[in-house]
């Protein structure tokens, strides 16, 4: 069966810090997308990424960057110099074959990043 | 305009209301769907409508009704609601109803049933 674990409930650190969030899937098919998405206070989940199975490319946007390793199944997110905007909750997600449509989301990374 | 706006944005009803919550996008997308999230949980998916039709009902009760009148909105309509029902309920939007889509959700509706 499918699943995303991001073990990391709940993160605070201080402005200017960087900060990984760590996520772990587990699937059986051999294509599949991950995502992260982050969700303000405001309410709207934001895409931020998606990877597909067969691009192991590690990918840098700005202060975001991901690390996508097959051989130990994480899709790690860090944020370099942490800004008090980054406050959110931040899902890891899943779609495979199995899931269809549906994402198999993380429970979630509450990070708190104070002035 | 890459927006998906829902309406109202805060919703307070009784066990014996009926209600209906919008949701629209202009962004040609023909695919929509309802999310539910309660406090501190990632959203579950609802309904998902493909080109105006329902293709994925995730066992959802009776009392929560998808409707797609056209392929920029999408309505839930709400009826003897109970009060766990309270939650934080999320529409989205892709281009297309597969497995990789980026989605584009709403701010939610905050839901509370008394």
């Known amino acids: 069966a499918q699943k995303v674990t991001q073990a990391q409930t709940e993160i605070s650190v201080v402005e200017k810090e960087d900060v990984t969030l760590d996520c772990v899937y587990e699937t059986r098919d051999t294509t599949y997308y991950l995502f992260w998405y982050k969700q303000p206070p405001s309410g709207e989940l934001v895409f931020l990424i998606r990877?597909?199975?067969?691009?192991?490319q590690n990918e840098i946007s700005g202060r975001y960057s991901w690390n996508f390793q097959k051989s130990t199944s994480s899709f790690n997110f860090t944020i370099t110099a942490s800004q008090v905007v980054d406050s959110a909750v931040y899902f890891c997600?899943?779609?495979?074959?199995?899931?269809?449509?549906?994402?198999?989301f993380g429970k979630g990374t509450t990070l708190s990043v104070s002035s | 305009d890459t927006e998906v706006t829902q309406t109202p944005k805060h919703l307070v009803m009784g066990m014996t209301n009926k209600k209906s919550l919008k949701c629209e996008q202009h962004?040609?997308?023909?695919?929509m769907y309802w999310y539910k999230q309660k406090a501190k949980k990632p959203p579950e998916l609802m309904f998902v409508y493909s080109y105006e039709k329902l293709s994925i009902n995730e066992s959802v009760p009776s009392r929560f009704s998808p409707e797609c009148p056209n392929s920029s909105l999408l309505n839930l309509h709400l009826h003897a609601l109970q009060p766990e029902d309270s939650a934080l309920y999320l529409c989205?939007?892709?281009?297309?109803?597969?497995?990789?889509?980026?989605?584009?959700f709403g701010s939610g509706t905050q839901l509370s049933v008394l």
């Open positions: 997600a899943l779609s495979d074959n199995q899931a269809g449509t549906a994402l198999i």
């Open positions: 989205a939007s892709s281009q297309a109803v597969t497995g990789n889509e980026k989605l584009f």
């Open positions: 990877r597909n199975s067969f691009d192991e």
């Open positions: 962004m040609g997308h023909r695919a």
